[in-house]
Every structure is written in C-alpha cells, then in structure tokens.
C-alpha cells in the first residue's frame, strides 16, 4: 500500500483505495490509500506553516537540500524507472528519461536559484537628500501542482524543483492514473529526513482533493499540466483568494512540411513523434500538413517509416511504442479514425486491437491520409498514436490553417528557407515552434499562447513565477 507524504511523514491515505493498473497488461501494480479532504487540509496547514521558516533560509541551503533530494533520487533510480514503466506503460527507454528530468532538474533550479537577482534603481533626489530605490524577490509562499499522468517524475519536478529552491513550500498531486513514482519521491523523502512540510504529495480523487487544494485560501500560486477545460474548472474553484496561476493546458500542433525538407528525415521524425510514448504528449503533432507537390511521396515515405515499428512493453528490445494509458483512451482513438474515415479519409494502415495483445490497452499506430480540418482529429487534440495527413498549396494557406484553434502551445516546420521559415514563426500563434526536429530541453521555456494556458514551465522564466516582487525607497 502506497503511502501520501504530509509534513515530513509517511502516512496511511484513509480515504478509498485506489488500485493502479499497467496499461501494457492490465494487471494491478500498486495499490494507494487516498488522501481525504481532512488529510489535504493538514498537508496545507504543513506547507502554510514550514513556509515561515523554509523563507527565511539561504539559496544555498534550499539547494543543498535539492542536491540530496538528486542524490538519493539517483540512488533509487532503477525502482524510480521500473515505476514509471509498470503505471505508464512507457518503454524502458522513455521511462528513463522521464526519471531523468526529474534529476536534470532539481540541481537546474537549486542552481538557477541563486541567479534570482533584484536591481538598484538609480538614486533619486529627494529634496536636499538621496532618495536609494531597491528591487528585489521574496517566494510567494505556499504553491500546488496538480500533475498530469503522461510524466509522472518530469512534470513533478518542474513543479516542486522551482518551489523549494525559491523558498516557497509545495503540495504536489499526482495524477490518480500514474501516483506511484510520484508517492515514491515521499519515501525517499522520509529517508533523506527533508525539512517537514517544505514538500507534500497527495495523491486521490481530484472532487476531493483537488477541489480543497484549489478552494483553500492558503496557496498562493496553483499550477497544472492538464486540459483546458481543467484549467477552466481549476480557476474557478481558485476564486476564493488572489492567488497566481501558471497553467500548461491542452495543444492541437500543425506540422507544416515544405518541398525543401529533407523528406527522409521528416518522415522518420513524424513518426518517431508519434510512436513515442504511443503520442501521449501535450506538444504531440496533431495536424500535419504536406506540401502538394510532395504530399505523395511524403505519405509514401510515412507509412515505410510505420512499418519499422512493433509493439511492445518495458524493457523490450527494437523500435517498440508502447500501450495507450488506458482504454477508455484506445477507445477514443478508434472513434476519431471512424470519424475520419467516414468523413472522407482513408485508412492506409493501422489503427486497429492488434492480435496476440488483447491484455493492455494496445492499438497499431494509424496512418490517416486526406484528412480536413473539419474532422475531429483535427479539430481535437489527439493525444494518441494516429498521423493524419493533408495536402496544403501555399504557406499562406499553411499558417491559416495553423491558426485555426483556440489552442497556440507548439507549432512545427519543415523546410530550409530563411524567409518561409520567419514568415511561419512571424504568422503562427504558439508559444513555442520548432524547425526541422529542434527540440527543448530542461531550461528551455514551456509555455502557451490563445487557450493553451497561462505562465511558463522549465526555464529561468519559470522560476520568476514563484516570486513576488518587494519594492524600496529609502532615504537613509
């Protein structure tokens, strides 16, 4: 039975019992005692209280603290990926780079931390005397993170990491799809003897958790990776006090391919985007337009990239993806691909309750060619193993399409010429694009425009969320 982690201990969830599923057998890999709304109030009267202590303590010594949390995190490594692969159903090798940002990222912001300077302004005079103006920061106090279940370790720790090194104190909720890694981290915890109350994780039902977390008056920033119509709900709930949000909320990617791309390359990275994690990801390609000049060739070169792909789980060898998180989600996925095929496009390959793994969540990547837009797998957010494809004839109808969402997280562009390139990153509304596979890391910022969600993960730019700004003037 998986414990919650309030004020520095370990503690039976007396709530219902939660029975976590591997979405790869369907077999029970962990069982949690929830946490109830009575338990989600002592962790914030925790946090709320060690806030006026953990405050007031160095940067070196909130990073001190992260330096230990990283070292015993590196320690349990192999139980922290095995975790994460059983709740997830993630491959071996994404399961390792999911427990692997968490370790990036907890020295990142003990380090980064002591870079949040404040400024003098120039003196100013005040009569006949100097009148001295100062900038600086303080944490803004206690902080929620409500996680999304697609990264368990990844999004805690770029929730809890920028929360602790700022000096601020943090409740984390899990997702109740994917709890145990992230529960694990208050075992690990327990170990190392962390200050009390600085880190909480809670993990239960969002009616009940959740809502006490968003209701209560005691945090002062409430953050999500999740949906937007979460996002919409969570705030709602919030406007019992002020309080800050920094929301990563739901995406529907373009993906513009021009005749210049290296088409070999482009179709690899498609594909490899989209088998990856069985295309569970917020910044996944959604809607993918081609170039009519190459549309042919490209959907050719596509489906040759599919065929080198198999199914498979844990530590199984070869280009493998993995299951969806659960079948209510494969479900969906088979839905959108009727919805498409009915409306007029065709099925190539794919899509299909593969034989020999009807235990688990399992669905053959699809390959949807001569999509629209008015079809659901374009208009929704897919967030699933499906590619569609369609034809576009100009860049100009390219980035209209591009645009026409309510979501701007990320956007993406294939093709080497320079004015095409800044006509598309100039045109297209997102808060982040990529040109020809780049990628982000760690310290690059996450963050969305339209309905994708307000502030930023990872980054500098994130940290800066965690601060209040304090003003003085003073004449001595």
Known sequence: MYKQYINGKLVEGKGKTLEVLNPAEDEIVGVVGCATAEQTKQALEAADKAFRIWSKTTVNERADWLYKLKAACIAERDTLIDLVSAESGRPYAAACGDVDWLIISLSYYAEEAKRADGAVIPPLAAGNKTNYQIVTKQPVGVTVGHLAWNYPLGNASIKLAPAIASGCTCIIKPSSETPLATLYLGVIAE????????????????????????????????????????????????????????????????????????????????????????????????????????????????????????????????????????????????????????????????????????????????????????????????FGPIIPLQPFSTLEEAIEKSNDTIFGLSAYFFGHNAKEMSAYFEGVKAGEIFVNGGIGSEFSPHSGSKQSGVGCDKSKYSLEEYYDIKFLSMIP
Request: hydrophobic share 40%; charged share 25%.
């Open 191 to 382: 170990k190392i003897g962390f200050p009390a109350g600085v880190m909480n994780i809670l993990a239960g039902p969002s009616g009940e958790v959740a809502k006490t977390l968003n209701e209560s008056k005691i945090p002062r920033l409430i953050s999500l990776i999740g949906s937007y119509e979460t996002g919409i709900k969570l705030m709602q709930q919030a406007s019992t006090s002020m309080k800050k949000f920094s929301l990563e909320l739901g995406g529907n990617a373009p993906v513009v391919v021009m005749p210049d791309a290296d088409l070999d390359e482009t179709a690899a990275n498609i594909v490899a985007k989209k088998v990856g994690f069985a295309g569970q990801t917020c910044v996944n390609y959604n809607r993918i337009y081609i170039h009519e000049s190459i549309y042919d060739v490209m959907c050719g070169k596509i489906a040759d990239e599919l065929k080198k792909v198999k199914l498979g789980k844990g530590r199984d060898e070869g280009y493998i993806m993995g299951p969806v998180i659960n079948r209510e989600a494969r479900g969906r996925m088979l839905d959108l691909i009727k919805d498409a095929t009915d409306g007029g496009a065709k099925l190539v390959m794919g899509g299909e309750i593969p034989p020999g793994f009807e235990k688990g969540n399992y669905i053959t990547p699809a390959l949807l060619v001569d999509v629209n837009d008015s079809m659901r797998v374009s208009k929704e957010e897919i």
